[in-house]
């Protein structure tokens, strides 16, 4: 079965900072990848998807790259605001038709003023 | 475009009784939604597809006479917990796809707001 792994449980910046989170992944190779962001009581907000023919996307301050040689995405928010402050997942096709995805466990970034 | 609803955002109920949980696409027709389950400080788990006009596909482990799922429309899902119990307290999630894209991609999933269940 799919493993997903996001560094860290928490990521501390500073507001102004480019925040870099990371989603490494095993035993498939996915066809896209997703990022979401998750505030406390929420449900998941679509941010970005990538493909795996796509090196890298870009939405305003966000830009996420998909190696899919090191089963890695790295998802980078610049000029990171308090307002950014959340846990970030990202979700992968789990194949097999379907448009299932599998989640990471979410990496919750803080951005203090 | 693309917003989806839950009905409850929250719900408390006694050991034993049944809680139906609804998830609307408000602004297109969703021919495919799923339901996750998260619990505290993990992650999202699927637990099934729910498909417009046919029977739901449960992921492993997933006890379908429990969690009875009905797509009656290309708007509507609902989850039905039956005869729950403490241990199926949890976050609730649904999510559709926009078969037009909505904006995004045909794979975009997109989120309700979620649903808290307390069993007492």
């Known amino acids: 079965s799919q493993k997903i792994e996001q560094n860290s449980e928490a990521l501390n910046i500073q507001e102004g900072k480019t925040a870099t989170l990371t989603c490494n992944y095993t035993?498939?190779?996915?066809?896209?990848l997703q990022w979401y962001r998750q505030d406390p009581g929420r449900g998941p907000v679509f941010l970005l998807l990538?493909?795996?023919?796509?090196k890298e996307k870009r939405k305003e301050r966000l830009k996420v790259t998909f190696d899919t040689t090191l089963k890695q995405s790295l998802f980078h928010i610049t000029a990171s605001q308090p307002a950014d402050s959340a846990t970030y997942l990202c979700?992968?096709?789990?194949?097999?038709?379907?448009?299932?995805?599998?989640f990471g466990t979410g990496t919750q970034l803080k951005v203090e003023l | 475009g693309a917003v989806v609803s839950q009905h409850p955002s929250r719900v408390i109920c006694k050991s034993g009784t049944s809680v139906k949980i609804e998830c609307r696409s408000l602004?297109?027709?969703?021919?495919?939604m799923f339901w996750y389950r998260q619990f505290p400080k993990q992650s999202l788990m699927l637990m099934a597809t729910?498909?417009?006009?046919?029977?739901?596909?449960?992921e492993q482990g997933v006890e379908k006479d429990k969690f009875l799922i009905n797509h009656a429309s290309l708007t509507l899902s609902t989850l039905t917990v039956t005869s729950a119990h403490p241990e199926d307290s949890s976050f609730y999630i649904c999510s559709a796809r926009d078969p037009s894209g909505g904006g995004g991609s045909q794979e975009t999933q997109y989120f309700g707001p979620g649903t808290r269940l307390l069993v007492l």
């Open positions: 729910s498909n417009e006009g046919s029977k739901a596909t449960y």
């Open positions: 979700a992968l096709d789990m194949g097999g038709g379907g448009n299932k995805l599998t």
């Open positions: 990538i493909r795996e023919n796509e």
């Open positions: 602004d297109f027709q969703a021919t495919t």
């Open positions: 035993n498939y190779s996915p066809a896209y």
